[in-house]
């Protein structure tokens, strides 16, 4: 991610403000660098949770799509799944356009915290990766960063994605109540499912009475193992895509200043950043979906359960059910979250960082008159 923030008060312009006669408020313009650097890094958390908002509340009808796909061995046993356009026609025909909306609230509220932390967090230590670990720099400081930012959203993410799912697969009350009497009359387990819910704060504290803080944070570790290295791939991959990008117009356009820190590069190589971590990494995303869910059919005693039973029962096929839509989802989610974050940026940061620049020059100008006066 572009450090735009910094560029006002590089080490060369002050430099070359110190051998100015001015440079006796060296100090204040220090303080201003400081300040300015303080306020950019909590400006990226703020743009990180608009724009991880704002992806997740465009494209959540993909994601229930998803969720139901990859939850039919659970419901309904692994026979006669459904394809993505039979998935979409079923949810149709059976809840309408408000079928796709389940869970859309804790959707958008996971999203905030995530999008926070991760955009702040990758903006705020990535420098200090490569400069304390010189090792560890470049593409490998992105992917430590955007893990590590990712990881400190998971503790209200994971709550807000297992209310999430589990309201996606219920649907409307009526198809709800339908699957619980049919896995009733095929079933003699004594298996107990969660009631329907009608909204979030319901969700929650329907989970929190039956199961405790284990059923808001089920598929937690799961969670991690998928989220975690998506996370650090994805931005690690933006990053390469946009040095690739750079590279390749300084070689075919060497006459002509291009750069890819913005809005259209944004949308263009965050989609493709997305999609491709989004494939790599569509079997963690099986299973965590699965563990968060359960049900009548199947029941799972673990992460290497879920996945040894996933695999002997579905095969390869099992691992990668719902690629597709995932795919489909994170391409333009991520498309617009990358766009969202570099067009707040390209609108805000700089209004704010010409500001600070007015401001420190009319201190200068000030102390600089005082001899002058005398």
């Not at 989220?227 to 590279?247: C, I, N, S, T, W």
């Not at 579905?314 to 991520?334: D, H, L, N, Q, T």
Request: net charge neutral; proline share 5%.
């Amino acid at each position: 991610m572009p450090d735009m923030g910094r560029e006002s008060f590089s080490p060369t312009s002050m430099a070359a403000d110190a051998s100015s006669p001015s440079s006796s408020t060296s100090p204040s313009l220090r303080c201003a660098a400081n300040s300015d650097s303080h306020f950019f890094v909590w400006r990226e958390f703020l743009w990180g949770a608009l724009a991880g908002g704002f992806g997740e509340g465009m494209m959540h009808p993909i994601d229930t799509v998803k969720t139901r796909i990859q939850s039919q061995a659970i419901l309904n046993g692994s026979q006669h799944q459904k394809n993505v356009l039979q998935m979409v026609r079923t949810v149709w025909t059976a809840d309408g356009v408000r079928g796709f909306y389940r869970g859309v609230t804790p959707g958008v509220t996971g999203s905030l915290a995530t999008g926070a932390t991760y955009f702040g967090f990758i903006e705020s230590t990535k420098n200090w990766i490569e400069e304390s670990n010189p090792s560890l720099g470049g593409h490998w400081a992105h992917f430590l960063a955007g893990g590590i930012g990712d990881t400190l959203g998971s503790f209200i993410y994971v709550p807000c994605e297992v209310m999430k799912q589990r309201m996606q697969v219920q649907g409307t009350s009526a198809s709800w109540s339908s699957i619980m009497s049919n896995a009733h009359k095929t079933k003699t387990s004594e298996v107990q499912m969660y009631g329907y819910y009608t909204g979030m704060f319901q969700a929650g504290r329907s989970i929190w009475k039956e199961q405790g803080p284990k059923g808001l944070y089920a598929g937690y570790w799961s969670t991690l193992a998928r989220d975690v290295p998506f996370a650090g791939l994805m931005v690690m991959f933006y990053e390469a895509l946009k040095d690739l990008a750079d590279y390749g117009m300084k070689r075919w356009m060497p006459n002509r200043d291009h750069h890819t820190n913005g809005t259209l590069g944004g949308l263009l190589l965050g989609g493709v950043a997305g999609g491709l971590s989004a494939y790599v990494t569509t079997p963690l995303d099986v299973i965590k979906t699965r563990l968060q869910v359960q049900g009548p059919d199947l029941r799972y005693n673990g992460w290497f359960d879920a996945i040894r039973r996933t695999w002997i029962i579905e095969g390869p096929k099992g691992m990668f059910r719902g690629s597709v839509p995932r795919v489909i989802w994170y391409v333009p989610a991520s498309a617009l979250t990358f766009m969202a974050v570099e067009f707040l940026r390209e609108k805000f940061n700089r209004g704010l960082e010409n500001g600070e620049e007015e401001i420190t020059s009319i201190s200068i100008d000030k102390k600089g008159s005082l001899p002058e006066v005398a």
